[in-house]
C-alpha cells in the first residue's frame, strides 16, 4: 500500500496508482486503520461512480500550486475496486506544458494520488468511516512521509447546488433512533450533513511522528491539550494544504478554535478568500 505513481507497463503518458486506499496507516483500539484525522475510506464507501460519463480530470496539488494552478495535466482513463481499494489509471496530456515535469517526477517516484470530491455529498460517520465520497477530480502530489494516499473535499470550484435542502445521511445503527433538528442532526453511530458546502479538507499526507517533530512556531496555536493545526513544514514553510484543512477544521464550532487569526491573516496574505 506504500506504492508511489508509476507509469503502467510499456507506457510513458499512462500512470498508475491507488487513488482511494482502504483505511489507513494509524490504527486504532479498534484494530482499524485511519488517517491522522481519524477518518478512513472502506469497500462500503460509495463513490458515487456514475456521476460521471466521461473522465475526470487529473490536476496538481488540488489546483493549489501557484504555477500551475487549475491547468488540467490530463484524464481519468480507468479505476478498479480491488482488495485494497480503488487502483486508478489516468492519461497524462502530452499537449500540457507542466508534461516533461510531471513525466520526471513519477520516474523519481516522487508523486502520489489524491482524490476530490463534491463536498455536499460527502457523508462521514461517527467512527470516521467515509460512507460517502462523491469522487470528482484526481491529483497528483508530492509524496512525503504518509504512505498512503491523501483526500480533500473542493472548495475553491463553484459547483451547483444538491438538489434538494435538508438533511443527508446514509444510515441508521439503531431502527429507533431520533432523528434531531438541523442543527443538531445525527444518527446513532452516522453524522447527518446538511446538504450544504462541507469542507472536508486535505487529509494531509504528512504522518503523526513528521508532525511531532515540528516546532510550535508550525502550528497555530497551544493550549492545555496540545498543538493545534500544524500549517507550516520542517523548514519553515507556509504549506497551503495544510493551510486550507486548518480554515475547514474550524468552521466546525466543535473544533478547537484558537488560533483563528493567525491563520485568516496567512490567508489574506495568499490573496485567499476564508
Known sequence: ?????????GSDTTIEGWGMPFFGPFA???GIGRDFDGEYFSPKTDFLFDWFKGERPLLYQHTWDAKVG??????????EKRKDGIWVQAQLDLRSKWYEA?????GQEALSFSSGAYPAGVVVAKSGEILRWPWVELTATPTPANPYASIAAMKAMDWPPMPE???TAIEFTAATAPTRA????ETV???????RLRIVGVK???????INSLPDSAFACKDANGRHYPHHDAQGKLDMPHLRNAMSRLGDPGNVQCGKRHLMAHMQAEGMDS
Request: glycine share 10%; proline share 4%.
Open 28 to 30: 486504532g483500539d479498534d
Open 165 to 167: 435542502a435538508g438533511i
Open 70 to 79: 487549475t491547468d488540467a495535466l490530463g484524464g481519468v482513463v480507468t479505476h
Open 1 to 9: 500500500m506504500n506504492e508511489p505513481i508509476h507509469f503502467a507497463k
Open 102 to 106: 510531471i513525466r520526471e517526477l513519477v
Open 189 to 195: 453511530g452516522t453524522l447527518m450533513v446538511p446538504r
Open 182 to 185: 438541523a442543527e443538531d442532526a
Open 204 to 210: 494531509a499526507a504528512w504522518s503523526a511522528s513528521y
